[in-house]
């Protein structure tokens, strides 16, 4: 079957099997790797992406569902010569041990940008107007994406940092 995507802003068609998901399709037959497979039951984070602009868990998703969708991975977010704010926050405080998981957690957090800056609430929101970036607000939103290594402290503080370098 073949699937049309736009990756990273590049269009590209796959022949895949129809069954194949969007993160075997990401890693292996589109050579983009930052995308981890974790659990592959979408427990953990490691392979979310954004699809249309919205976190998605990329083990969960079929490449045949996401025929025309626009798909952001962590290599469409920067390059190790330009870091995007969110980068250069985990290096700047170590939101990172083992780097497994970093690239999840930089696509969740760039979601959680987006949804913060479009006044969407969440569980802990303190009303439905929207919300405000607190530390709270950035594990809840964060609460999608795990770290085997622990380092949940220094990824919200990047998280923070980064927000507060985009105001």
């Known amino acids: 079957m073949k699937t049309t995507l736009t990756v990273n802003a590049k269009p590209c068609e796959v022949e895949h099997d129809p069954r194949r998901t969007l993160l075997d399709t990401l890693r292996d037959d589109l050579g983009l790797p930052g995308t981890k497979k974790g659990c592959d039951h979408g427990q953990c984070g490691a392979c979310t992406v954004l699809v249309n602009g919205e976190r998605v868990n990329a083990c969960l998703c079929l490449t045949a569902m996401h025929d025309g969708d626009e798909i952001t991975t ?17 290096v700047e405080k170590d939101g990172y041990q083992c780097g497994y998981c970093t690239p999840g957690q930089i696509m969740s957090a ?22 405000t970036l607190t530390d709270s607000e950035i594990a809840e939103r964060m609460s999608g994406n795990l770290c085997r290594c622990s380092a949940y402290p220094l990824i919200r503080e990047a998280i923070a940092l980064a927000a507060e370098a985009k105001q």
């Open 74 to 90: 962590i290599e469409g977010i920067g390059t190790p010569e330009l870091l995007s704010a969110l980068q250069k926050a985990f």
């Open 110 to 131: 760039t979601a959680l940008m987006q949804e913060i800056a479009a006044g969407e609430p969440s569980y802990v929101s303190e009303g439905l107007d929207g919300a």
